[in-house]
């Protein structure tokens, strides 16, 4: 029990806040200074400096993309959202939860056969905290699985390891 997490509270979100907060203020600062460059450069037409504030919106709407992940658990399973798709998926799909050293973030191994990335949770940054997210969605993954697999081995009929 001592390498078992406290469950959170559902709803939680996982998302990587450093990574986030990192992309959203490069973001508006490079569209702010984009634009103060374009307004400042007297021999430019208006349509050059519409093409400048509009490459500025561009950059900075590309890294609002960026940092879109995140992964919501609820009662009824999980949302991964990544960079340009959402999947909802029921706790009973989900088999396990990986985080193995090296990897850029959390794969989903899913009932279908499938692995499903979950860049809400990634260590980039915050490695210690992309840990501990980590093992929190793989004890929720756990409590609320049908046969839990690395639960009790009490139940003698579960031979379905992941």
Known sequence: ???????????????????????LTAGATIFVVITTVAMLLEKLSPGERTSFVFT???????????SRPKVVA??????VVNIANRRKLA??????VNLRPGDPWVFLNLSDGTSLPALGIQPGIAKQHA???????????????????DGPQEDEHDEHHA
């Open 91 to 96: 706790w009973a799909e989900i088999l396990q």
């Open 74 to 79: 609820d009662e009824s399973g999980v949302t």
């Open 56 to 66: 500025g919106a561009l950059l900075f709407g590309v890294l609002v993309l960026l």
């Open 131 to 149: 840990i501990r997210d980590a093992r929190a969605l793989r004890a929720l993954a756990e409590a609320h699985s049908v046969h839990e697999p």
């Open 1 to 23: 029990m001592s390498d078992t997490p406290e469950l959170p509270a559902l709803p939680v979100t996982f998302r990587p806040g450093r990574t986030r907060a990192v992309l």
